[in-house]
């Protein structure tokens, strides 16, 4: 009998903003990312996305400028580089209201908000969507928002993990902790609607936080969403094998894409983990038509809409580093970030396999796309390279950014979804339950062998 083939997973990438990850596209006359202050947008999308059998919507967020560039909140005020960009939590209830199985997986920083109320907040949304919410753990890795929050730069880059370690453990212990499953007993009769006996204070002592009493939610269907993590540094990668249930990476090529998947599947079983207990998704735009023609055609269309300073003023956040201070023949030579360091680290091994990188090319490669590549073609092409990915670099899935929205994500449902289902590559209808038990089938709650389930009451 032939082999089945393995699953392809897909989320869609967004954010609240305009400009997310293609600088520029926003001109485009058929780009509706101008609408995004508007809720219709974003309850079309999720219903989109569900007609599309997609995991979910992972919404990025930022609480600081791209002024890395130039030193100046300039350029990126006036490409609309992520600057308007509004709160990422506060849509989820509206898409939820308008889908029955869509995921959302919503960033969140631990540098600057306490996680008390936060606990809170996720719990809220967790009850909301009965079960379909995820958190993606952001340690933060702009400047600006660390001076906006009183503080003269963000702290150094480990040091951030070891604050978002702790910043998970009061997490844990509030959510997993604090309330046994049968507290809630709304006896009606005896006038008790929760057993006090049967709620617990955390009284969590340590470094950077002090959190004595109770979580004052009820528990949620997940109790502690789903735990989403993106970074892909040695420490970044030590940290989501410990917590991450679903993880980001972008990568620019298949080979440097592979040997990150490696290291995170190692990582997780070094973590007392299996190697595929947590789902990894690799950054990728898709540009598509019926015919390869049309495709290119489309794809050459979008770059004379897409802005290479814009997308400098990305890359100089992304990789802590002023790219506006070089030339644009000028290699990138090797540099330490305080930002994402994987993004520099990437670039660095694509000089070593494939020539040096100058400025201009880091420009041209992420004017759409950002970090990650952009594939062009037709359906039956596209459906071929996204299993080659998935077979030669054990990746899950594909975190789709648009160039256009909604149009990259109508684009793939149109042409690609059709063709992987007709390969029994990709599913035709969902797994019912809340999203952990979605992604991974093993119930609503976090696993043994994960490290926030030592915290379980």
Not at 27 to 38: A, E, L, V
Not at 130 to 147: D, F, H, M, Q
Not at 399 to 419: R, S
Request: charged letters at 25%; one cysteine or more; hydrophobic letters at 35%.
């Amino acid at each position: 009998m032939p082999e089945t083939p393995r699953q392809i997973r897909f989320n869609a990438f967004d954010m609240n903003c305009v400009a997310h990850q293609s600088s520029g596209m926003w001109r485009h006359p058929q780009d509706r990312s101008r609408d995004y202050n508007k809720l219709s947008y974003w309850t079309e999308l999720a219903k989109l996305l569900e007609r599309g059998r997609f995991d979910g919507i992972f919404i990025a967020d930022v609480l600081g400028t791209y002024d890395v560039y130039g030193d100046s909140n300039e350029a990126p005020i006036k490409h609309g580089a992520q600057v308007p960009v509004n709160d990422p939590l506060m849509l989820v209830s509206a898409m939820a209201t308008v889908t029955e199985h869509l995921g959302f997986g919503v960033t969140a920083g631990t540098a600057y908000e306490h996680p008390y109320p936060f606990a809170r907040r996720m719990t809220t949304l967790d009850h909301l969507t009965e079960g379909r919410v995820g958190w993606n753990v952001v340690t933060g890795y702009l400047p600006s928002a660390a001076r906006n929050m009183g503080h003269d730069d963000q702290m150094e880059h480990d040091e951030r993990y070891a604050h978002a370690d702790e910043y998970l453990e009061v997490l844990y212990k509030l959510w997993e902790g604090s309330w046994e499953d049968d507290a809630v007993v709304v006896d009606r009769e005896a006038g008790v609607f929760t057993d006090p006996s049967k709620v617990h204070d955390i009284d969590h002592k340590g470094k950077y936080f002090t959190v004595p009493g109770i979580h004052i939610s009820e528990p949620s269907p997940q109790r502690t969403p789903v735990i989403y993590q993106a970074g892909a540094s040695p420490r970044g990668i030590e940290f989501a094998a410990g917590n991450a249930e679903a993880i980001f990476v972008a990568s620019p090529t298949k080979e440097i894409l592979a040997a990150t998947v490696k290291r995170i599947r190692d990582a997780l079983e070094t973590a007392g983990r299996d190697r595929h207990s947590a789902r990894i998704y690799t950054l990728l735009t898709i540009i598509t038509d019926e015919t390869p023609d049309a495709a290119r055609a489309k794809y050459d269309e979008y770059l004379s809409y897409a802005s290479e300073e814009g997308a400098l003023v990305f890359m100089s956040g992304w990789m802590g580093i002023d790219l506006s201070q070089y030339d644009l023949n000028e290699p990138v030579g090797n540099v330490k970030s305080n930002a994402i360091q994987s993004a520099v680290t990437n670039f660095q091994q694509a000089n070593a396999e494939g020539g040096e990188w100058t400025v201009g090319d880091i420009a041209r490669h992420s004017a759409i796309g950002g970090l990650g590549p952009t594939i062009v073609g037709s359906g039956e092409e596209i459906a071929d390279q996204l299993q080659e990915w998935v077979a030669e670099t054990d990746v899950d899935g594909f975190n789709i950014a648009y160039a256009i929205t909604p149009g990259t994500f109508e684009d793939v449902i149109k042409h690609v979804v059709p063709v992987l289902q007709a390969r029994g590559a990709y599913p035709t209808e969902y797994v019912e339950g809340t999203l952990r038990q979605k992604l991974h089938g093993n119930g609503d709650r976090l696993p043994a062998e994960h490290k926030g389930a030592r915290y379980k009451v």
